[in-house]
């Protein structure tokens, strides 16, 4: 028996009706594209959280986590309420109950309600997606356990609508369509206004090379406004160009529609949303030829992009990318949506400890608290696992 399915008998005294699991991920490329209409090229983790979870028929939502010291948190299903999310040490149940919330407003019945354990191996304000993954894995329970006719995207765009309107966070959908449609040894290249998705082969070890993750451990808060005040100049700049979306600038009009903005910081916004797009087909194209390193540089540039036009980098990030790439690393960047969290960095499969340890010899000698890093492979999305 799994250690979700045994907390779960012993918390709620009968043995769940089965267990579901959903990733974390990591961009690979394609930042601050996705409340663009834009490209997206993220992959899974081998992190992942787990749901078990039963029907009851009372229309009760138990909710525990075994991570979180609050204790069981028991909401009435009908009385969901965007306006009214859980508080304090419940806060982490607004996600779990948000997309209860988003399916029963899409019209899908799951009104007899459930009790449901959470655990999870996917750090939390880490830039890796441990929100998505805990969304995406309560609403596959849900809808398994109800017999819900949805699609992956279907799910994927729920769990969006419950981080924005039931948690409040503005986010795009790459997250949770990472979590929920990634397949193992791809990318998932992701065009987020048709929600079309394509598997990329993304095979480093094949290539004898490796991808890093280096979490520098400082906590981002996306909902602190700079992430919806990068949205809303991404809107204004835009309704400036007469486009629906800054997906709809092509590469080869960036100059022209930069000279026809009056304002520097739209400039600078569209020109990282814009270049970012075109280093998002680049990549793919190299990833499908099979010239993995030479995405290196394209991750590099990506980086400086984010960190002098989009200004969502931060010092520690800075450093973890400039320390790897000095060390060797064929490129490196910030993944996520900044403001700290994790950087990538590529890198040969034998050159792991050396740049390790740069990357952690740099943090001690800037008086950084050391980094967690970690390698990650791309993996499955979510799955009923029993
Ligand atoms: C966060 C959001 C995503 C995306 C990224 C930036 O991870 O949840 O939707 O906007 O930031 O690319």
């Not at 899974?44 to 909710?63: S, Y």
């Not at 009214?84 to 149940?93: C, E, K, L, T, V």
């Not at 090379?209 to 700049?237: F, M, N, P």
């Not at 990833?287 to 400086?304: C, I, K, N, Y």
Request: glycine content about 10%; some cysteine.
């Amino acid at each position: 028996m799994s250690a979700v399915t045994r907390e779960f008998r012993e918390l709620y005294g009968y043995l769940p009706e089965g267990v579901w699991a959903a990733p974390g991920r990591v961009n690979l490329i394609g930042e601050h594209t996705d409340y663009n209409d834009g490209f997206v090229l993220p992959f899974a983790l081998p992190q992942r959280t787990e749901v078990a979870a039963a029907r009851r028929g009372d229309g009760i939502l138990r909710l525990h986590s075994a991570d979180a010291p609050s204790g069981a948190v028991s909401l009435d299903v009908a009385g969901l309420d965007p306006a009214r999310p859980p508080q304090g040490a419940a806060s982490w149940s607004a996600y779990p109950a948000g997309v209860a919330w988003a399916l029963l407003d899409a019209g899908l019945p799951i009104g007899g309600g459930a009790d449901l354990l959470v655990r999870s191996e996917v750090p939390t304000g880490a830039g890796l997606s441990s929100s998505a993954a805990l969304e995406v894995a309560v609403g596959l329970a849900l809808a398994d356990l109800y017999g819900l006719a949805t699609t992956r995207p279907e799910l994927a765009a729920l769990a969006r609508r419950a981080e924005n309107a039931y948690v409040g966070v503005p986010c795009g959908v790459m997250d949770q369509m990472a979590s929920a449609c990634a397949i193992e040894g791809h990318a998932l290249h992701l065009d987020t206004r048709s929600l079309e998705q394509r598997h990329v082969p993304f095979d480093c070890a094949a290539q004898g090379l490796r991808l890093l993750v280096i979490d520098t451990r400082v906590k981002h808060a996306l909902a602190d406004g700079a992430y919806a005040q990068r949205r809303a100049s991404c809107h204004e700049a835009a309704a400036a160009l007469g486009v629906p979306a800054l997906r709809d600038l092509p590469y080869a009009g960036l100059e022209q529609a930069l000279a026809s903005l009056a304002d520097p910081v739209h400039r600078k916004r569209v020109r990282h949303v814009v270049t970012e797009n075109e280093r998002v087909a680049r990549i793919v194209e190299l990833l499908r030829s099979g010239a993995l390193r030479e995405a290196g540089p394209l991750l590099t540039e990506g980086h400086v992009s984010l960190r002098d036009d989009y200004e969502v980098s931060c010092p520690e990030l800075d450093l973890a990318v400039a320390a790897a790439t000095a060390a060797g690393a064929y490129g490196s960047r910030m993944t996520g949506g900044g403001f700290g969290g994790s950087a990538l960095a590529l890198i040969d499969a034998d050159a792991e400890p050396e740049v390790g340890r740069a990357v952690t010899g740099a943090f001690r000698g800037a008086g950084y608290a050391p980094p967690r890093i970690t390698t990650a492979a791309p993996s499955a999305g979510a799955v009923r696992l029993r």
